[in-house]
């Protein structure tokens, strides 16, 4: 299998074969009303999306138009958009159990550890630095969403299968309904991928497309 399992160009091909592959399972649907939402930009940072990093994750260099585009339409639409970034002490202080799986992490405080340019935060928008998979894990983020009046959440960034997925079950768990856009999300091998839209289609997600929401936003305002 080539690293570059999706590229921008072969992404929306290759997302019409991951939908039929779950279609059975896909079946937990909800008009999307953004008003009701949040956007979740899960781990979008330097150390996964460029080449010379020992993260580097190449399907999300295909994902970062279509979570511009989301991005876009929720800003437009005054809906929360919020940042995380994976983070840990220089000195692997909190690393916990994750040291036994990984021999390197990005490293607070240096550029690795943040945003890409590409999807800039805006001032006014949340980021929230985590060191585990899950954006809710000893994180204000289930306050911050419970204050803004969100009752769904939006999940797109990286990796499907470890941080996206984490959040997406502790959302579940805390009452949200979620959506999980199978092309805004991105892991390091095709197989990890799809297995996690199976394994959230059968029991804790809505899999979604990008083209999808924009589409109902666009149907409402309409």
Not at 91 to 111: F, Q, R, Y
Not at 128 to 148: E, G, M, V
Not at 158 to 168: F, G, K, L, P, Y
């Amino acid at each position: 299998m080539s690293k570059h399992f999706v590229t921008e160009k072969t992404l929306s091909k290759k997302t019409g074969e991951w939908m039929e592959r779950i279609r059975s399972r896909n079946i937990h649907k909800r008009p999307f009303d953004i008003q009701k939402a949040a956007l979740l930009v899960i781990d979008m940072q330097r150390y996964f999306l460029e080449e010379s990093k020992h993260g580097h994750t190449p399907a999300a260099e295909a994902v970062i138009p279509n979570i511009q585009r989301l991005i876009s339409i929720f800003r437009d639409s005054k809906r929360p958009v919020i940042f995380t970034r994976h983070a840990h002490n220089k000195d692997g202080s909190d690393l916990g159990i994750l040291k036994e799986w990984w021999d390197e992490m990005p490293v607070d405080g240096t550029p690795e550890a943040e945003i890409d340019p590409q999807l800039k935060p805006l001032s006014n928008e949340t980021v929230l630095t985590k060191n585990r998979y899950s954006a809710f894990y000893n994180t204000d983020l289930d306050k911050i969403l419970r204050t803004k009046s969100v009752k769904e959440v939006v999940i797109t960034g990286v990796m499907t299968n470890i941080c996206c997925e984490s959040t997406a079950r502790d959302a579940f768990f805390r009452d949200y309904f979620v959506r999980f856009v199978a092309d805004g999300t991105g892991s390091i091998k095709e197989e990890m991928h799809v297995a996690t839209l199976l394994n959230l289609a059968y029991a804790f997600a809505d899999i979604c497309t990008t083209d999808e929401l924009v589409d109902q936003v666009s149907r409402s305002a309409g």
